[in-house]
């Protein structure tokens, strides 16, 4: 078969080549892209008379019917079209004829096409991403409400450390999704402009607009350099690495809700609908969804590094290497949209084992810090002595096999003499919660405010994109 770009080639090319060359098996992904850009830039070369408005009115029908065809999947994707977009336009002049087909491709290059194409790719999916992040926000700020008062661990180096509450746990997490998402609006707005016009790395010498096909695409402007535009894919970049923290995000909230759903644990109950069994042991209930998710992230940052190290050290403008940037990209978004959606519907459905929450703080003596930090206040005791004779009232309680916040007032007593009868209601786990009432802190206050804080940013930015157009 002639290829298009044939005219100087003496022999046709190897079918190795032909196969190794293509990328169609994955760029097909990009064919609403491909053919809105393609109307677009039709549609302006009509405007600008660089083309006749019937014949950009043609191209623009025969563009339809070959988007048609590919929805109703009536559409061949053939490999010695190596790309989607020689594959459209190739469909395209067998529609409409050679001779008007031929003129699209005026004042425009693969190069420019394959980065408005993967743009327009991205820019969607961050659009996606970012609205499902928002969902399970909400989900993890409804169940927050329902928890203000419910006390669990909280842990450093996964060892009881202080008590907290369950709601401010999983605000911390909400939190991170927060700062995903303002990082993808972030990535959007600086990535919102069409590289379209480019050309092949210089501009071109045609009488074009390339801010009507910035408008008629939605985009916010236009790129400002050519070779630029043509050459570089921090954009891609952008949406991996955005994704790479969320799924890091992710992860951990995962391996929690694993270690939680341990027999060990037992703080959560995974409901059966997202659980899975074993083939040969009859009472297991495996937390799989949350080991996948773990699990794909460590995918997700393959791709990420592998598009660094392809774009690493590659001269400008365009070069074939650039062609392996799509398929990481593809494998990235997919994932985390389909994780964080099955995540946000697994996590709707756990039910909070708050009994055994509860009895999980009365082993680590949590209360120590409180105990100690009294010494210093009431006492005037310097930190370090208050440390010490805090240590030796939990040797005490261990020795006795109880928790600090099991101790009499008697106890106390022989302990030290300044843990009089008022040094009592510091050891108590809940007062400990509350006292931190600190911005930020555990108390049901601060938490308060927390949410409040969380959904009057989900009310102002929930919408961004819809607003966006
Ligand atoms: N399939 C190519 C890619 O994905 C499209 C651009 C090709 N341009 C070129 N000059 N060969 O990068």
Redesign the pocket.
């Known amino acids: 078969m002639k290829k298009m770009w044939s005219g100087r080639f003496e022999s046709d090319s190897s079918k190795l080549l032909e196969e190794f060359n293509a990328?169609i098996g994955f760029?097909k992904n990009l064919y609403e892209q491909d053919i809105a850009g393609s109307k677009a830039h039709a549609k302006m070369l009509g405007v600008k008379g660089i083309i006749s408005k019937d014949d950009a009115d043609n191209i623009i029908t025969g563009l339809d019917v070959v988007l048609s065809e590919i929805k109703s999947k009536k559409y061949e994707f053939k490999t010695e079209d190596?790309?989607i977009?020689m594959s459209v336009e190739k469909r395209l002049s067998e529609i409409i004829g050679k001779e008007l087909g031929g003129r699209l491709h005026t004042a425009r290059?693969?190069?420019d096409?394959?980065a408005l194409d993967f743009r327009l790719y991205v820019l969607k999916q961050n659009r996606e991403i970012f609205t499902k992040i928002c969902d399970f926000i909400d989900t993890l700020v409804e169940i927050s409400k329902e928890h203000i008062d419910t006390l669990m661990p909280g842990y450093t180096h996964l060892q009881h450390a202080q008590p907290v509450s369950l709601a401010y746990h999983l605000m911390a997490y909400a939190f991170m999704f927060k700062r995903d998402c303002e990082r993808l609006i972030s990535s959007y707005e600086r990535n919102n402009l069409s590289p379209l016009g480019s050309a092949a790395l210089a501009g071109t010498p045609h009488r074009i607009d390339r801010e009507f096909v910035a408008r008629e695409l939605g985009f916010a402007g236009v790129t400002q350099n050519a070779m630029d535009s043509v050459s570089d894919r921090d954009f891609a970049l952008e949406i991996l690495f955005n994704i790479s923290v969320l799924m890091m995000h992710t992860s951990r909230l995962c391996e929690e809700l694993i270690l939680w759903s341990s027999q060990e644990f037992g703080f959560i109950t995974i409901s059966d609908t997202y659980s899975t069994g074993s083939s040969i042991m009859p009472q297991k209930k495996n937390p799989d969804v949350a080991e996948l998710i773990r699990g794909k992230t460590g995918r997700v940052n393959g791709n990420l590094i592998a598009l660094l190290t392809t774009m690493k050290g590659l001269p400008l403008a365009?070069n074939?290497d650039?062609?392996e940037?799509?398929e990481g990209v593809f494998d990235s978004a997919n994932t985390a949209l389909a994780s964080i959606v099955i995540l946000n519907e697994m996590t709707k459905e756990i039910k909070f084992n708050t009994k055994n929450m509860l009895n999980a703080t009365k082993k680590g003596h949590l209360s120590a810090t409180d105990l100690a930090d009294y010494l210093v206040r009431e006492k005037n005791i310097p930190f370090r002595i208050a440390h010490f004779i805090t240590g030796k009232a939990v040797a005490f309680a261990e020795n006795l096999n109880l928790d600090l916040s099991q101790l009499n007032a008697n106890q106390l007593k022989q302990i030290d003499e300044n843990l009089d009868e008022n040094a009592m209601k510091f050891l108590d786990l809940n007062a400990s919660k509350e006292a931190r009432s600190s911005l930020g802190g555990t108390a049901n206050e601060s938490v308060k405010l927390q949410i409040k804080q969380m959904n009057e940013w989900l009310e102002i930015t929930k919408g961004y994109f819809k607003k966006q157009g």
Request: proline share 0%.
């Open positions: 990328s760029d190596e790309d977009h290059s693969r190069n096409q394959v365009y074939k650039m062609q940037d799509k």
